[in-house]
């Protein structure tokens, strides 16, 4: 493999400014490292072993100007967080496995750094859980549906990911793009529960979430 493949692809926004000094980034960063968790905010996935080398490099692990000694990260790689199936591994760690941070963040760190070429960011949705007592939580794994259209001979089983926090509409939309059906064609979404049991879902702009739908 030619070296070429192996190097990063920088944004080309940042291409023409230069990269703060480790001291400096650490200065940048420390406030906005790690705000509270909003509901509809996004989120990104490093690889734990990237992060925690760059929080070494710029000193955020002691102090800010006594860490110097640690080498640069290198251009931020996500590779070790897909299986080779091309999906996110299964049963990964916070903090072990991967580091969450927020997209301003993410933004920073993509500009300095750059991204492995043909790697795409790993961006993840705020989701508010709980029916009386609400908490959020980074959603690191998105929902997996099969989806089929009825009325047809070939009954094609799709797999896509959704969001929780996506709505029936938005479910509807993909399903009728995935299945070639004109955009005003008037459709209905079920979900099977069971072999033998179909829920409507007429409720447009209700969650996923809250349809109570869960991973087959």
Same mark, same amino acid.
């Given at each position: 493999?030619?070296?070429?493949?192996?190097?990063?692809?920088?944004?080309?926004?940042?291409?023409?400014?230069?990269?703060?000094?480790?001291?400096?980034?650490?200065?940048? &960063?420390?406030?906005? %490292?790690?705000? @509270? !968790?909003?509901?509809?905010?996004? *989120?990104?996935? /490093?690889?734990?072993?990237?992060?925690?080398?760059?929080?070494?490099?710029?000193?955020?692990?002691?102090?800010?100007?006594?860490?110097?000694?640690?080498?640069?990260?290198?251009?931020?790689?996500?590779?070790?967080?897909?299986?080779?199936?091309?999906?996110?591994?299964?049963? &990964?760690?916070?903090? %072990?496995?991967? @580091? !969450?941070?927020?997209?301003?963040? *993410?933004?920073? /760190?993509?500009?300095?750094?750059?991204?492995?070429?043909?790697?795409?960011?790993?961006?993840?949705?705020?989701?508010?859980?709980?029916?009386?007592?609400?908490?959020?939580?980074?959603?690191?794994?998105?929902?997996?549906?099969?989806?089929?259209?009825?009325?047809?001979?070939?009954?094609?089983?799709?797999?896509?990911?959704?969001?929780?926090?996506?709505?029936?509409?938005?479910? /509807?939309?993909?399903?009728?793009?995935?299945?070639?059906?004109?955009?005003?064609?008037?459709?209905?979404?079920?979900?099977?529960?069971?072999?033998?049991?179909?829920?409507?879902?007429?409720?447009?702009?209700?969650?996923?979430?809250?349809?109570?739908?869960?991973?087959?």
């Amino acid at each position: 493999m030619e070296s070429t493949e192996a190097e990063a692809e920088q944004c080309p926004p940042s291409a023409a400014l230069p990269t703060p000094s480790a001291t400096e980034q650490c200065d940048i &960063m420390r406030p906005i %490292l790690r705000p @509270s !968790l909003k509901a509809g905010t996004w *989120w990104y996935l /490093l690889t734990a072993n990237w992060f925690g080398q760059w929080k070494k490099y710029v000193g955020l692990d002691t102090h800010c100007h006594s860490a110097l000694e640690s080498d640069s990260p290198g251009p931020i790689d996500l590779s070790s967080l897909f299986g080779n199936d091309g999906d996110l591994r299964e049963n &990964m760690v916070d903090e %072990l496995d991967y @580091s !969450l941070v927020p997209s301003d963040v *993410w933004e920073k /760190l993509a500009t300095w750094y750059g991204l492995m070429k043909d790697q795409e960011p790993i961006k993840r949705c705020v989701v508010e859980h709980g029916m009386f007592v609400k908490h959020c939580r980074v959603e690191v794994y998105l929902l997996r549906l099969k989806l089929k259209c009825h009325g047809r001979d070939d009954l094609k089983l799709i797999w896509k990911s959704f969001s929780r926090s996506n709505t029936v509409q938005c479910l /509807l939309d993909t399903m009728k793009e995935e299945f070639s059906i004109d955009p005003d064609t008037d459709c209905r979404v079920w979900n099977q529960t069971t072999p033998s049991l179909n829920d409507e879902l007429a409720k447009m702009t209700e969650s996923l979430m809250d349809t109570g739908m869960y991973e087959d």
